[in-house]
């Protein structure tokens, strides 16, 4: 069973930054696609970025494109969300999720860590 480990949410003001981990118990390489999502309360659970592991290949929200960025380090099985210029409206759960095929909807995706939050005050 793989499991993903999220951490490195907390508190920021806005126009902070924080970086996000997720690190994999299984080589990231052989990960066709892994990818972040968010959850304020209240809304349903939205895709944030993708990134497929073999190629580094990335894609992402519109809303997030600019101010945030994922990465992998496939020798430490592990993916990062760099979120630069954060806002009150990110204030969320974040969580990375893996699957055998990229996709922006969270039905999609069987394996998930359990989330960091992320805080953002104005």
């Known amino acids: 069973q793989v499991r993903l480990t999220n951490s490195g949410g907390g508190s920021v003001q806005a126009g902070g930054s924080l970086k996000l981990s997720c690190v994999a118990s299984i080589a990231t390489d052989n990960t066709a696609c892994m990818a972040w999502f968010r959850q304020a309360p209240g809304k349903q659970r939205e895709g944030l970025a993708l990134?497929?592991?073999?190629?580094?290949?990335?894609a992402y929200l519109d809303s997030v494109k600019g101010r945030f960025t994922t990465s992998q380090d496939n020798a430490k099985n592990t993916v990062y969300l760099q979120m630069n210029g954060l806002r009150p409206e990110d204030t969320a759960m974040y969580y990375c999720a893996a699957d055998r095929a990229c996709s922006w909807r969270a039905r999609d995706y069987h394996i998930w860590g359990r989330g960091t939050q992320v805080t953002v005050s104005s």
């Open positions: 990134i497929t592991p073999g190629t580094g290949g990335t």
